[in-house]
């Protein structure tokens, strides 16, 4: 008791004596950024920590990754960042992601835990409708709203009018709002962005840029992700699921019917009982895909009749609801043989039917780190 | 007018104006139910709800310096104010004579949390002491009616 007092009395004053604090908020990306952040300062001398959160959780201390334990049915702390602090101190350089997934437990992270000297929004997606808010804007000023005092803002979103609004919050806390820009040819796929963040750090920070090759590696591994897998059962698929929010997924599903245009395309849609804001966000998802290449969308799940009365048109006529079982599986795998349709997968990926159906596709897929970037 | 449905009416504009102020601004004002009540009690009895403001007051700077000093936030800080709030009111309220009022004891503690929640201190100050001041006012001039 009297240790853990101590602990969090004397947290702030350690966490002074850190030359480089960088914490990492938006929606998607924010893992594989702090991995490539991470490595970047590590090869510019500093000594780091890295701390990531999500599916599988863990601290990076000087390029060595350590999995944070978690007990099954224990709610998340944001205590976990003082005691993996504690567990790695001392260290030159440090980059944390922001877990916090609510306006003011954002603000706790920037302000109490991390202290940052630069801030990153990797981008605005909608996620967390709930506590963030159902509309981009709303999602914007909800991340805004947890900026605490720094110097920088480095801003990876594209869209003029979501920065409008992180800008008037970068104001307020004194920070000088920077967005990167990111050329037309990829801009959208997620994670590129991410490269020109950490390269502008980089620069802000007065240290070496990034190498030509340094950022080509760096996009290079994140635009392999972009391409069609082949199943050794003869099926070509993609896993969109993981893309989670309805702005990424649509953005890859259109940046591959480009790569791959003489493809027709199958969407699986798999939804949780309790994502019903991601569920009700797909249906807009639905108006808006390019119908002329997609043959046939199968919705499955918690609220895959709510989706179905909802699409209209076109939509309608391609979409089948399936029971959530191995059955329906099978009768997706032998449909895509039988047409030639790419899978590409929507939704959610984390339940049992994504599993098994990933499990099929791609053995072994599921022991993947969640990341783009890999360790060095 | 009795003081009863002057409550009553405080409480329904009181939400009116949250609901406005978060509209327009995205914060929270110090609370729903709470500044009503202290703006009954200072209609009832001025220097109490006084006595109530310098409570508030005392509660946030408890609150912040739980907040940076121990990294107290989220649940554990509302209540680590609220229990704060009550060690204070209380011996307050013998000691100036409002012993009566025990009942509302932890309210700044709630209004002072909810101000610390809100990311911008001077904002959220004047905009809960703005509320309180118009449904004051509107009060006065229901309970003259």
């Not at chain 1, 049915?73 to 205590?79: A, E, N, Q, R, Y």
């Not at chain 1, 970068?170 to 950490?198: K, M, N, T, Y």
């Not at chain 1, 896993?239 to 997924?249: E, M, Q, R, V, Y």
């Not at chain 2, 201190?121 to 006065?140: N, Q």
Request: net charge positive.
């Amino acid at each position: 008791m009297l240790r853990s007092i101590w602990m969090r009395f004397n947290y702030t004053r350690l966490l002074d004596s850190v030359r480089v604090r960088i914490a990492v908020n938006g929606v998607r990306g924010k893992s594989s950024l702090v991995v490539l952040l991470e490595r970047l300062f590590r090869s510019r001398g500093f000594t780091t920590y890295g701390k990531v959160t999500g599916e599988n959780p863990f601290s990076i201390k000087d390029g060595v990754f350590y999995p944070i334990p978690r007990m099954e049915g224990f709610p998340i702390s944001l205590d976990e960042n003082i005691c993996e602090f504690y567990k790695y101190f001392p260290f030159d350089a440090m980059i944390v992601e922001n877990q916090a997934i609510t306006p003011y437990t954002i603000r706790v992270v920037n302000e109490l835990l991390v202290k940052p000297h630069i801030i990153v929004v990797t981008n605005v997606r909608r996620d967390h409708g709930d506590s963030l808010g159902w509309d981009l804007r709303s999602v914007a000023r909800s991340l805004g709203r947890g900026f605490s005092r720094a110097s920088i803002v480095v801003c990876g979103e594209q869209r003029v009018e979501l920065n409008s609004i992180l800008e008037r919050y970068a104001r307020g806390v004194g920070a000088l709002f920077d967005v990167v820009e990111v050329p037309e040819a990829v801009r959208g796929l997620p994670g590129v962005e991410l490269v020109f963040i950490a390269s502008r750090i980089m620069d802000r920070l007065g240290l070496d840029s990034m190498k030509p090759y340094e950022e080509g590696e760096a996009l290079e591994s994140i635009l392999k992700h972009f391409t069609l897998r082949e199943s050794s059962i003869g099926v070509s698929w993609f896993p969109g699921a993981k893309l989670n929010d309805i702005d990424s997924t649509s953005i890859v599903l259109k940046y591959m019917m480009d790569r791959y245009p003489s493809r027709g395309f199958m969407l699986v849609a798999y939804f949780r009982s309790d994502r019903p804001s991601r569920t009700i966000s797909f249906t807009e998802f639905f108006d808006n895909i390019d119908l002329d290449r997609v043959g046939r969308i199968y919705l499955v799940g918690f609220g895959a009749d709510y989706v179905y009365r909802r699409v209209k048109g076109r939509v309608r006529e391609v979409s089948r609801i399936l029971p959530d079982s191995t059955k329906s599986i099978e009768q997706i795998i032998q449909e895509a043989r039988d047409t030639g349709y790419v899978i590409f997968t929507i939704g959610n990926q984390v339940n049992n039917f994504m599993r098994t159906l990933t499990a099929i596709l791609e053995p072994g897929i599921e022991k993947t780190v969640t990341t783009i970037f890999k360790s060095n | 007018m009795s003081i009863e449905v002057v409550y009553a009416l405080l409480v329904i504009v009181g939400l009116i104006l949250e609901w406005v102020i978060y509209s327009v601004e995205g914060d929270r004002s110090g609370g729903i139910v709470t500044i009503p009540l202290i703006a009954v009690y200072t209609l009832l009895y001025p220097s109490f709800g006084l006595l109530l403001w310098f409570i508030v007051s005392v509660c946030y700077i408890a609150a912040e310096i739980m907040y940076r000093g121990f990294l107290l936030y989220g649940r554990r800080l509302f209540l680590a104010v609220v229990a704060f709030c009550i060690v204070v009111t209380i011996p307050s309220m013998f000691l100036l004579g409002f012993e009566r009022f025990f009942v509302i004891s932890i309210v700044p503690g709630i209004v002072a949390y909810n101000i610390h929640y809100e990311r911008r201190f001077s904002r959220t100050f004047m905009l809960t002491l703005a509320k309180y001041l118009t449904l004051l006012g509107l009060g006065y001039l229901l309970l003259n009616l």
